[in-house]
């Protein structure tokens, strides 16, 4: 009980400190949050829309939605109830659905340009689509009073959690959606307008095959970046199943589909239906190690030149289907890139022999082409006359044959990241880097800064609580609008002067950031850093003995039998090693090394990763983490380094030292009392004291019970916490905060251990709470290695002799004739106590597995 309540006082501290921390953070830079108490009753949000001009964000919740003032989040929010009537709600729980999902859960909020917000919601499972006034925050009404609705089927997804996205263009809405109530038709389609017009893809699983919708974006150009007329476009990305591959498993792969927004289907072939539909694969890769990731999770679209489509670059945010830990990567493709592999060759699956291959020839027009000056020169004025050969060939054929391929800018392992937003920092015209805002499935928010082929970590903020995921980012005005199903935070999202220590300013010096000596603030420098590791030379200016790839050595000092856990941030998507001392203790994890301490151990440890160096492609080596374990008390020898271990090797020390004094006592007492008897020629009776001593002691005859083993035989599995998710339960933890910088030595002889270190970057990596904004929070462990008692087996071993002697037949006649008598004399003299009065019971037989 003691324990229990320290370890809720150390989490009371925990939480208290991390809170003042993250209001002082806030505070410092005019920032703030809105979490339940603000919201009072709503709940769910899953949908933001940001109104840029007045700033006024709406969000779409659970049966509410709500209006916030971004540039004064003290005034009170607008709330809409938009519910779902009692007697649908029950004829949905009905029909086997959930009470909590039988709700109207809204999940599309887009501008119509007429001063009015369309609105769609899942509405008990017949989604519905409403009409929100602006200027009055009301739903429009009816003749009866109650809201005017329209289907929103097709427009909006059945069940809350459903994957799902939509895009407004041109005031007509395209969506990407399951279509009927089970969630097992898929469509991308133009969901309003004219009734003639909204047409979708064909029900084949060539076109869709069970897809998880990602993002879309509508691309529009202008009339002067539009000298060919080409048509405008929407693309949708989403991950899907893919059939081009003949494996025994089935393999998702991300993808990008584009439309045309003049498309309106086909005359006979493809009626309502795209006649424009094609998709590509997109590919994460990291070549130099091989991986790949598979699974698309989010897409944020930037002009990399405000005002230019044409520029448009889309950054995917990965997972991997392969990987047992969690993973998260980022790749960046390019409008360009895509658009020549939707203009390239197409991919065809031949039934006769069941391989894709090129298909022959091509007919003409280029089935899938949008329709521009050219087209329309030749009499192809409108997608209804197209030729059938055309279309037939565009719905046989939707995929393309090559890939849209990148390298991850970044590959965070043991993280898994839901939502991305990027900003770019550019200097005389001429864009430096970018910076990603990365959120966490446990309510954090990570800046990364992208110069080149380097990605160094700037930041992590915790926001939330680890129960709240970040599912929206926004940025506006140089702050991040970051959104979780229960939270609203505002902080700065652009600026040196986030990073608050030389180190951290230091590590944004490829966006132009600069430590000031004189005032202690990191400010923006407009000059060219020049060439060179300029992140390295800042460092060194903040600590000579500090560089990116120069860590400072960390001494731990450890006993012999703990297993550590020596943490090593991999940025790149490239490997990493260690070089450690030649022996076979060490199993690595990802990039952590896990060591079990022996007299061998010893030493130093060095973790390499291989990055990118400047201005080129080629990994070059860098030092990330460095460590030197030696012993705490070299006399200590094999102490036992588990928490209470002292305690219970005390304990049995105790217990043996008083039972040996208790059979001295005893054996003395007999043997006194024996020779009194003898004195006195009173003889046991041998028949009486021989059936005791059968049925307390036992033979041969009789099966035992094994004998239970030690305490310390059981092992201790070793476990990794990772963001606070803990993979087994029976562990003795010693929490450790990893770092490579700073002279300062650590003791891990006791149960945990505490040291806030940097790691070279000013980043405290590892430890019970966080407190720093510009702290590293990777929860890693450090554990005791499996610990066996020796006497078990020597115990065992002793215990088998005794029965096999006590089984033999022949036994020497004098010493069985001393034997018998001292027997009989013991069991007389133990009958006569009280505890022995009735038979002990026998063990319990055990039955044979033959």
Known sequence: MILSGVKLLLLQVCLLLSGRSLAATLGSLGDAMLGPETFKSAANFSTFLLDGSSGMLFLGGRDTILAVDTNNLSQRPKMIVWDVPEDKRKSCVAKGK?????????????????????????????????????????????????????????????????????????????????????????????????????????????????????????????????????????????????????????????????????????????????????????????????????????????????????????????????????VSAVCVFSLADISKVLDGPFKELRKTCENWINPEPVPTPRPGQCLNSELKAQGFESSLKLPDKVLTFVRDHPLMENSVTAAPLLVRKGIRYTKLAVTLTASGGEQRGAVLHLGTGHGELHRVAVVGQNATLLQELPLFTSQEPVNNILLHQGRALVGSPLSLARIQAEGCALYSSCEVCARARGIGCVWSTTEGTCQLNEADPGPGDVVDDALKKCDAQEGRCRPSIRELRVSLGLRLLLPCVQLSPRPCHWDHPLHRHTKQHQSDLEVTVTEDSLGKYVCTCQEGGPDIRDPTPCSRAAYYLTLEDPSAGGAVAISGGRQVLAIYILFFMGGFLFGVGLLYFVTQRRSTVRQGHQMPDNSLSSEKGRDLLGSSTTPQSPSSASLLSDGFRLMEKRNGTTTSTTTTTLLSNQGNGGPHGNSYSGAVINSNGSNGHGNSLYGNCNTSSSGLKLASEILVADMLDGRTEERAATEGAERELGGKDEVDEELGDGLREGMKGLEEELASFPMFKSPAPLAQCEESSI
């Not at 109207?104 to 119509?112: A, T």
């Not at 799902?164 to 399951?178: H, P, Q, S």
């Not at 893809?201 to 060919?228: C, G």
Request: net charge negative; proline share 5%; hydrophobic share 35%.
């Open 98 to 326: 959930t009470e909590a999902d039988c709700k109207n859960y809204i999940r599309l909020l887009e501008f119509l340009g007429d001063g009015r917000i369309y609105v769609c919601g899942t509405y008990a499972f017949d989604p519905q689509c409403a009409f929100l006034e602006l200027s009055s925050f009301i739903l429009e009404k009816v003749e009866d009073g109650g809201v005017r609705m329209e289907t929103g089927k097709g427009k909006c997804p059945f069940e809350p959690s459903q994957h799902y996205t939509a895009v407004m263009a041109g005031g007509i809405l395209y969506t990407a959606a399951t279509s009927n109530f089970l969630g097992t038709l898929f469509d991308i389609s133009r969901a309003t307008g004219p009734e003639q017009e909204r047409i979708r893809t064909e029900r084949s699983i060539n076109w869709l095959s069970d897809p998880e919708f990602v993002s879309s974006a509508f691309i529009e150009k202008s009339a002067d970046s539009n000298p060919t007329g080409d048509d405008d476009k929407i693309y949708f990305f989403f991950t899907e199943m893919a059939k081009e591959y003949d494996l025994y498993t089935k393999v998702k792969v991300p993808r990008v589909a584009r439309v045309c927004k003049s498309d309106v289907g086909g005359m006979k072939t493809l009626q309502r239906r795209w006649t424009t539909f094609l998709k590509a694969q997109l590919v994460c890769e990291d070549k130099p190690s091989g991986q790949r990731y598979n699974i698309l999770t989010d897409v944020f679209t930037l002009q990399h030149t405000p005002g230019d489509p044409g520029s448009t670059h889309f950054y995917g945010l990965f997972t991997s289907q392969w990987e047992p830990e969690e």
